[in-house]
Structures are given as C-alpha cells and as structure tokens.
Nanobody, 126 residues
C-alpha cells in the first residue's frame, strides 16, 4: 500500500521560497508507470493541480505556476520535493501530495489518484 506524508514549514513571509517534501513508503518512486503529484487547496476555493514528476523523472507543471515551481525527486530517500518561489498570501493553502498509476495533468478529482497524503497547511503572511 502506497503511503504519502507531506512535511515542511507551515508559515512563510511574502517573497520567501516554499519547500515541501513528500515522503513515499510502500513502493519505490522509480516503479514504472507511477506518477507523483502536488495539489493544493486554497481557502474558499477548489483544488488546484500544481505539477507532477514521473517515475523516470520527467516533470509537468501548471502553466499558471510554471515560472515559480519546480518538483524534484530524491530516489535515494524515496521523496519528492516541491519548491515554489516568491510566495504571496495567495499561495496560502493546504498542500497535498498524491500518487497515481497514470499521468494526470490538470485534474484533481480524488478518485483519479491511488493515494493521497494527509495534507499540510502553508500560510503566507507578513
């Protein structure tokens, strides 16, 4: 059973860099045809797909975030990390990592993903 756990700082100031880690257990991230996604849920809004890294290391990002986002993986630790530059209060959200057995671009329906982390709250405030 694939399990995911997000970790990272919960409070940032504007213009800082957000760095979150998703630790994967139950399977190697390099297992063929597995995809590792970051999704966030801003207060009062719907889920927002942010980006994905594949089992082979390929990445795909939301066009609206492309200038600020990167997702990297550390296969030795079985983790993948989200970095988001120059955060503003609009980046305040609960951030989730999720796993799927096929490439999902842009969609966030819960039933599309095989596993989700519990989520971590990130607040951006001066």
């Amino acid at each position: 059973q694939v399990q995911l756990q997000e970790s990272g700082p919960g409070l940032l100031k504007p213009w800082q860099t957000l760095s979150l880690t998703c630790t994967v257990s139950g399977i190697s991230m390099s297992t063929a045809n597995y995809y590792w996604t970051w999704i966030r849920h801003p207060p009062g809004k719907g889920l927002e797909w942010m980006g994905v890294v594949s089992y082979s290391g390929s990445t795909y990002y939301s066009p609206s975030l492309k200038s600020r986002i990167s997702i990297v993986r550390d296969t030795s630790k079985n983790q993948f990390m989200l970095q988001l530059l120059y955060v503003t209060p609009e980046d305040t959200a609960v951030y989730y990592c999720a796993a799927s057995k096929r490439l999902i671009l842009g969609a966030t329906s819960e039933n599309l993903f095989d596993s989700w982390g519990q989520g971590t709250q990130v607040t951006v405030s001066s």
